[in-house]
């Protein structure tokens, strides 16, 4: 009896939760609601509070009265939960996160007309695939970067050409084997950049797109991972454990994000990066609106906001990651330069393939592997199975 | 006659009116908070994702149960119930001597110091002493520094070159793990074999002593079986804490999954949650079954 109320109840939920999704794009703005609620990465949206230099709320929060409450997530999935749960207005989602926003209705479609800074978003991001579906914008670029590939400067007195460097097993400059001194990164989105790997090493598997993999292709990228396990003492998810993987644990080559090599270099430790030949995976991160946000006015003033230049520069040096209004690099608004940007990978944006979630019908082929199998196979080769 | 008194007078006619009073906000924290969100976590397990989309189909199955026993996810069970088994096995050895001697012998200032040993440890942020022993533990930390000047190298090296426990430095093998766990967990077994061993009477002991008893004698057949409820209680904890920990195997240790962090990556990344609730599910069993086999050994005789 217990049961069938829950489900029941389950049930009623999850019905109400698709109503909402039939709300329509807004046409016109009104006045702000008093507050925006937004789920956001840490350090996303920062209010002066942990260096008084990087603040881009309080003077939004003074201009339209609208109060930015902020709830940050570790992960894409957390953020995916916590839109599903409701009671948000706006969620920072990266590419692996979006598209199954989108499917799943938990996100509105929004009109870029009612944003005025649109047209300075970079061209190459404003019909980005991972936020538009079907001609239809479901958000505003924030910040995009590359995972580049770290290296040890004493080891390698030249940057590395090419990810072999992490994906088989050989002699490094110094003498020694690679063998236990790269990591790999601990996400199940870490398949693409072995699928990427062999696209040009294997260019006979006819991979595409490495978020699109069929079934001998998605098995040809674990098989690839299995022998990178036996490279790898440990896989890397946390920044700043890579961080301390690179200072004590003897670790010369992994790849990395923008934001551990700048704090390495800063720190004295004898680190670069590089884009090896074959390409990079990279995050590319967007605004969206929950599908019957309850404070739509203030969230599009919100994300009207986030496209001004000055926040831009600000947040791409407070985050390592590169402005989505190119302006920012060069007009002196806020903190960052054109070597900040060439610096976060702003020049190879058409090396980056960036994340997206991998799902079963895909536009390359037809039927590929959807991303929950990335997830229990990721688990399976990182316990040597 | 005011409301305390008339409340006073009705308490003392109907005693159980008070009773009820006194028990029911316990009584609902139990039900509804405690035992209502582990109902939860069981109905959730036994439903299962739909394949296709990875929406959660809100019908009864055990296919969700199937999935653990796939080599990779019964692997996950496996390894961290060994490595359970172990730690309690190992704390189990190293701290009975250590209680024995707070319990028996030490006396005045020195028992001090011995509680305060054993406590301070437990003062200080659980995840400042793990991050500490990634630092000992690391390839070019304490360790590997001290192994160097003792000429030790080549120990720490045939250590590390052990199959399956060793690794590329004490951090990322087994072993680090291990020592770990045995490291965060040992005060939780200190404690309760302390406690045991210090009700004990000593006449006893003599009197065994008395009759003719070995030392080695006297300890199979007095102090081991009455400081048997201690061990199991440390064994509880050290036992369930292992099996259900994912922050120690995450810093310290190779990166194959645990229980803990399986249930966290099906959870948050995998938006899998039947398949969390089912491997949540399996501690709570292994436990039932852990308590069940130390009640046939006559570890709870004495509650």
Not at chain 2, 15 to 26: G, I
């Amino acid at each position: 009896m217990m049961i069938k109320k829950l489900l029941v109840a389950t049930t009623a939920l999850s019905l109400a939760g698709s109503n909402v999704a039939w709300a329509d794009m807004m046409t016109a703005l009104g006045a702000g609601e008093g507050q925006v609620d937004i789920v956001a990465w840490p350090g996303y949206i920062e209010r002066g509070e942990t260096d008084a230099a990087y603040d881009w709320v309080t003077k939004f929060e003074a201009d339209t009265g609208c109060k930015v409450n902020v709830k940050t997530a570790n992960t894409s999935d957390e953020m995916v939960a916590l839109m599903n749960e409701g009671g948000f207005d706006l969620v920072t989602a990266s590419g692996d996160a979006s598209l199954r926003l989108i499917a799943g209705n938990r996100v509105q479609e929004i009109n870029t007309a009612l944003i005025p800074s649109w047209g300075n978003v970079d061209p190459r991001l404003q019909d980005a695939p991972w936020h538009t579906v079907d001609g239809k914008h479901y958000g505003t670029p924030y910040l995009w970067g590359p995972n580049v590939l770290m290296y040890n400067t004493d080891v390698f007195p030249e940057a590395p050409k090419s990810w072999s460097v992490v994906f088989e097993e050989q002699t490094l400059p110094d003498g020694a084997s690679n063998k236990g001194r790269v990591q790999a990164y601990d996400g199940p989105i870490y398949i693409a950049d072995a699928a990427m790997y062999l696209m040009t090493h294997k260019p006979e598997l006819g991979i595409t797109s490495p978020y699109e993999l069929n079934e001998d292709q998605y098995k040809a990228a674990l098989d690839l991972l299995r022998g990178q396990r036996q490279l790898v003492s440990r896989h890397w998810h946390d920044a700043y454990i890579q961080m301390d993987d690179f200072k004590n644990e003897g670790v010369v080559a992994s790849g990395s994000w923008p934001f551990q090599v700048n704090v390495l270099e800063s720190e004295g430790v004898k680190v670069a990066s590089t884009i090896p030949e074959e390409g990079v995976t990279g995050w590319a991160d967007t605004t969206m609106m929950q599908a019957g946000a309850a404070h739509p006015n203030c969230a599009y003033m919100w994300m009207e906001h986030t496209l001004s230049s000055n926040l831009q520069s600000d947040l791409a040096v407070w985050f390592g990651g590169n402005p989505v209004v190119p302006a920012a690099c060069t007009d002196g608004s806020g903190m960052l330069d054109a070597a900040g940007c060439t610096a976060n990978g702003m020049d190879i944006f058409d090396k980056v393939r960036f994340w997206t979630t991998p799902v079963s019908t895909c536009a390359s082929q037809g039927e590929c592997v959807p991303y929950y199998r990335w997830v229990s196979d990721y688990i399976a080769v990182i316990g040597g199975r | 006659m005011s409301i305390a008194a008339t409340l006073s007078d009705r308490f003392w006619r109907q005693p159980r009116l008070l009773l009820a009073l006194l028990l029911v906000p316990p009584l609902l924290w139990l039900g509804v908070i405690y035992i209502g969100s582990l109902l939860a976590l069981l109905l959730q397990s036994f439903f299962s994702i739909d394949e296709f989309s990875g929406l959660i189909k809100y019908q009864l199955t055990l296919k969700t149960y199937g999935e653990l026993f796939r080599p990779s996810n019964y692997d996950i069970i496996i390894r961290t119930t060994v490595m359970a088994a172990l730690v309690t096995l190992a704390s189990i050895a190293i701290a009975f001597p250590i209680a024995y001697y707070a319990a028996r012998y030490a006396k005045g200032r020195m028992k001090v110091l011995f509680y305060v040993g054993v406590m301070l440890p437990l003062w200080s942020s659980y995840l400042v002493k793990v991050y500490a022993w990634k630092l000992i533990l690391a390839k070019e930390g304490i360790i590997t520094w001290a192994m160097t000047g003792l000429h030790l190298q080549w120990l720490l090296d045939a250590v590390l070159a052990l199959p399956v426990i060793g690794g590329n430095s004490l951090s990322v093998s087994y072993i680090g793990t291990f020592i770990v766990f045995v490291y965060v967990w040992m005060p939780f077994m200190i404690l309760p074999i302390q406690a045991s061993l210090e009700r004990v009477p000593a006449t006893l002991i003599e009197a065994s002593g008395d009759l003719g008893a070995e030392p080695g004698q006297t300890f199979r057949h007095v102090v081991f079986p009455l400081a048997l409820p201690g061990i199991v209680a440390g064994s509880i904890f050290t036992f369930s804490l292992t099996l259900g920990d994912y922050i120690i195997p995450q810093i310290i240790g190779s990166s194959r999954l645990f229980i803990g962090q399986a249930v966290y990556a099906q959870q948050g990344t995998a938006g899998n949650v039947p398949l969390a609730a089912a491997f949540a599910v399996v501690p709570v069993l292994i436990m039932c079954l852990y308590l069940w086999g130390a009640r046939r050994m006559g570890a709870f005789d004495a509650l």
